[in-house]
């Protein structure tokens, strides 16, 4: 089984929905991540959380929120979707004591916003 | 701030030639550095890092050297194959205030391998 997962894999929906991805992960990592990836523009940090208590926003977090509901499980919001947000997202995981932050990636999903 | 800087793709190589994806960070602190690794349909997967000035990271057949007087870590292998045809990502991670560290990436190389 994957350490990181992610659901949904695809999601198409429409401009103004409220629409969450869910990220899991078996790693037992306390650092979890979600960036978005575009075409020409590498990977950009949105959210990322320490623990569960400590939540943070990236170089682009407008626009959507995070919760952090366990250890393993780290979900991304997006409250009103615009199609600017089209992207593949991407969580990530990783451990600061096994070699200063190496990062372990989910599949992805991929978001289609109409 | 942060930054990395890596050569605009894609690079299109027949099987066995020689690569280089070059790479050159900022940072202000001491950073590792990784290159990261993106098959079609997949997430990243690191393929190979290094902590200080002067290490080789290597793996599969890849290396890079951390040259902090040039701040370089450029990636190369000696013959690709079709099966590493993908997209190759630099990134560092530095600490910022309190010892975390934040990862920054570039914005990928694509390689394309022919047989």
């Known amino acids: 089984d994957a350490d990181v997962t992610q659901t949904p894999r695809n999601r198409i929906t429409k401009t103004g929905k409220r629409i969450m991805l869910e990220c899991s992960q078996t790693?037992?990592?306390?650092?979890m991540y979600w960036y978005r990836q575009d075409p020409g523009l590498g990977l950009r940090l949105i959210y990322y959380?320490?623990?569960?208590?400590?939540?943070n926003k990236g170089e682009i977090s407008d626009g959507y929120s995070v919760s952090r509901q366990a250890q393993a499980k780290f979900s991304l919001s997006l409250e009103s979707a615009i199609p600017n947000q089209t992207a593949l997202y991407f969580c990530?995981?990783?451990?600061?004591?096994?070699?200063?932050?190496?990062?372990?990636f989910g599949p992805g999903t991929r978001l289609l916003v109409l | 701030g942060n930054s990395v800087t890596q050569m605009e793709g894609p690079v299109t190589l027949s099987e066995e030639a020689f690569l280089t994806i070059n790479c050159t960070y900022t940072a202000t602190g001491y950073p590792s550095l990784f290159w990261y690794v993106q098959y079609p349909g997949e997430g990243l997967q690191l393929l190979l890092k290094a902590t200080k000035a002067d290490d080789k990271g290597s793996n599969k057949g890849f290396e890079a050297t951390y040259r902090k007087e040039t701040t370089s870590f450029h990636l190369e292998k000696g013959s690709v194959q079709v099966s590493d045809s993908a997209v190759y990502f630099c990134?560092?991670?530095?600490?910022?205030?309190?010892?975390?560290?934040?990862?920054?990436f570039g914005r990928g190389t694509s390689l394309i391998v022919h047989p």
């Open positions: 990134a560092l991670s530095d600490p910022v205030s309190g010892g975390s560290y934040i990862p920054t």
């Open positions: 790693k037992g990592h306390d650092r």
């Open positions: 990530a995981t990783s451990d600061y004591t096994s070699g200063k932050e190496t990062q372990y």
């Open positions: 959380s320490f623990d569960v208590k400590d939540i």
